[in-house]
C-alpha cells in the first residue's frame, strides 16, 4: 500500500539551508507535493514537483527526487523564522498520502 | 471565491453525541475531500466525491461517520455516537481534478474535542 515516511524533527540555525527528506512507497504517484502547516493554520501548497522530473527550483525551495530510491528532498535556502512549521510531503496516486510531518525550528 | 471553508472552528461535545461538519469547497472544484489529522500525525484520508459521488471510503471511516456531498456543491460529515478517539482535526479539501500540479486547497479544519 502507499506509505510516506519522515523524520519528525529538524532543527537549523537562522540564514542556513534546510534540508528535509521523504521516502515514499508507491512508484505509480504522478506528482509530489510539499506542504506547510503552521500552528492553528491550514495546509498551505508549497510546491509540486512532477514524477518525471529530477530537480525544481522556486526561489528558495528546491525539490530533488530520486525515484529509483523513491527518496524526495526539500531544501530551503536561507532559512528564516519564518520557515518554522511541519512540512509535510504527500504523494499523489488516486489521492493524496501525506507523510507524519517534519517539525522544523529554526534558532537564532 | 474565498477558498475552502469549514464550519464549525471548533467543537466540543460529550461522549456519545453525534456531531455534523460542514465544507463549502471551491466553486468550480468537482472534487472533495474529508481528512483527519490528530496531533503529531500527517492528515488521513478518509474519503472523497467527484460531484455528488462518493467514491471511496477509507477503512478508518467507521460505520458511525458518514458524508453526504447531495448537489455536489458543499459536503458534511456526521459523526454519530463520539467517542474520545475522534477528537481530532477534520479537514476538507478540493480540486478540480484528480491529479493537479496544485494539488489539493484545504480548508483550515474542523478542530473536535470529546470529553
Known amino acids: 500500500g502507499e506509505d510516506v515516511e519522515q523524520s519528525l524533527f529538524l532543527s537549523v540555525r537562522e540564514g542556513d539551508s534546510s534540508v528535509i527528506n521523504c521516502t515514499y512507497t508507491?512508484?505509480?504517484?504522478?506528482?509530489l507535493y510539499w506542504y506547510k502547516q503552521e500552528p492553528g493554520a491550514g495546509l498551505q501548497l508549497l510546491t509540486y514537483?512532477?514524477?518525471?522530473?529530477d530537480m525544481k527550483q522556486d526561489q528558495r525551495l528546491t525539490v530533488l527526487l530520486n525515484k529509483k530510491d523513491k527518496h524526495l528532498s526539500l531544501r530551503i535556502a536561507d532559512t528564516q523564522t519564518g520557515d518554522s512549521a511541519i512540512y509535510f510531503c504527500?504523494?499523489?496516486?488516486?489521492?493524496?498520502?501525506f507523510g507524519q510531518g517534519t517539525r522544523l525550528t529554526i534558532n537564532p | 471565491d474565498t477558498g475552502v471553508s469549514q464550519d464549525p472552528r471548533h467543537k466540543i461535545t460529550k461522549r456519545g453525541q453525534n456531531v455534523t461538519f460542514r465544507c463549502d469547497p471551491i466553486?468550480?472544484?468537482?472534487?472533495l475531500y474529508w481528512y483527519r489529522q490528530t496531533l503529531g500525525q500527517g492528515p488521513e484520508f478518509l474519503t472523497y466525491?467527484?460531484?455528488?459521488?462518493?467514491?471511496?471510503k477509507s477503512r478508518l471511516l467507521s460505520d458511525r461517520f458518514s458524508a453526504e456531498r447531495p448537489k455536489g456543491s458543499f459536503s458534511t460529515l456526521e459523526i454519530q455516537r463520539t467517542e474520545q478517539g475522534d477528537s481530532a482535526m477534520y479537514l476538507c479539501?478540493?480540486?478540480?481534478?484528480?491529479?493537479?500540479?496544485?494539488?489539493?486547497?484545504f480548508g483550515s479544519g474542523t478542530r473536535l474535542t470529546v470529553v
Open positions: 479539501a478540493s480540486s478540480l481534478a484528480a491529479f493537479t500540479d496544485y494539488g489539493y486547497t
Open positions: 508507491d512508484s505509480s504517484s504522478t506528482y
Open positions: 514537483i512532477f514524477s518525471n522530473m
Open positions: 504527500a504523494e499523489m496516486d488516486q489521492k493524496l498520502v
Open positions: 466553486s468550480e472544484h468537482n472534487r
Open positions: 466525491f467527484q460531484n455528488e459521488a462518493q467514491l471511496e
